[in-house]
Nanobody
């Protein structure tokens, strides 16, 4: 069974930075396109970034220029480096394959104070 374990969230002031990690087990990670998503209470989970198996990256306009997705296939991990964080970035952040696995991890909470 696929497992996704996110970590690295926390409380940060506006303008600060965080790096999120997501370790994936139970899949052929190096062959999968991977993505980061986020969700705030009462809203649907939204896609924010993806990285292909070959390393091609795409970032949604809401985070482009501030967030960077990367991956390390040697340790089955996808990262999200977040800079210039703003209060509107406050959310629970998740990773998943693209297309998504049925199951999701627990996510990691990012809270940005103004």
């Amino acid at each position: 069974q696929v497992q996704l374990v996110e970590s690295g969230g926390g409380l940060v002031q506006a303008g600060g930075s965080l790096r999120l990690s997501c370790v994936v087990s139970g899949s052929i990670f190096s062959a999968d396109d991977m993505g980061w998503y986020r969700q705030t209470p009462g809203k649907q989970r939204e896609f924010i970034a993806r990285i292909s198996a070959s390393g091609f990256k795409y970032h949604d306009g809401s985070v482009k220029g501030r967030f960077t997705i990367s991956r390390d296939n040697a340790v089955n991990t996808v990262y999200l480096h977040m800079t210039s964080l703003q209060p509107e970035d406050t959310a629970v952040y998740y990773c998943n394959r693209i297309p998504t696995f049925t199951n999701w991890g627990q996510g990691t909470q990012v809270t940005v104070s103004s």
